[in-house]
């Protein structure tokens, strides 16, 4: 059964860092692309960040570019997102996602991380 | 960028009631489409990917159509635990989500 768990989350100020992490179990994680996809209280879902297998491409929106960083440890099963100079507009709840497919779409799921960024 | 404009916003439905929403894309996609169900506090489940291919263990009420910019998410008989917001995502060129579409029963 594919698992994803996410944790790092919290209340942090702004301008200050966080790392997210998630762990991954159930499948082979180095065979996957990995994404992060984030939702603001009572919002849609906007993608956030993407990682190529090996973890040598990176991809990111204009919104998060230059401040967020997706990487990966394949011998740990894990995908992590450090998120610099965070603004109140990052407030919302980050998931991990496997990518399926090309061009790739998220097939699943992990249940979420809240980030809060206020003073 | 990729706009993806779902509706209706809100659509209340009876049990049973054959239901239909919709996606459009500002520009092609090709086939490259994908259907989520979101029920409240939980994450997002993959329905349908590619348009109209079902993902596996999803029930086959759920079925999707379309190309190019236009795009549509049939439940067949629509059931209580259909309750959910259901958002659309353009996998063509990285990718973006529709706002969602909240289903409620009448």
């Known amino acids: 059964e594919v698992q994803l768990v996410e944790s790092g989350g919290g209340l942090v100020q702004p301008g200050r860092s966080l790392k997210l992490s998630c762990a991954a179990s159930g499948f082979t994680f180095s065979n996957y692309y990995m994404a992060w996809v984030r939702q603001a209280p009572k919002k849609g879902l906007e993608w956030v960040a993407t990682?190529?297998?090996?973890?040598?491409?990176?991809y990111y929106p204009d919104s998060v570019k230059g401040r967020f960083t997706i990487s990966r440890d394949n011998a740990k099963s894990s995908l992590y997102l450090q998120m610099n100079s965070l603004k109140s507009e990052d407030t919302a709840t980050y998931y991990c996602a496997r990518h399926a497919g090309s061009p790739g779409y998220n097939d699943y799921w992990g249940q979420g991380v809240m980030v809060t960024v206020s003073s | 960028d990729i706009q993806m404009t779902q509706s209706p916003s809100f659509l209340s439905a009876s049990v049973g009631d054959r239901v239909t929403l919709s996606c459009k894309a500002s520009?092609?996609?090709?086939?490259?489409l994908a259907w989520y169900q979101q029920k409240l506090g939980e994450a997002p489940k993959l329905l349908i990917y590619n348009a109209n291919s079902l993902q596996t263990g999803i029930p086959s009420r759920f079925s999707g159509s379309g190309s190019g910019t236009d795009f549509t998410l049939t439940i067949s008989s629509l059931q209580p635990e259909d309750v959910a917001t259901y958002f659309c995502l353009q996998h063509n060129s990285w990718n973006t989500f529709g706002a969602g579409t909240k289903l409620e029963l009448k």
């Open positions: 520009q092609n996609i090709n086939k490259y």
């Open positions: 990682i190529s297998t090996s973890g040598s491409r990176t």
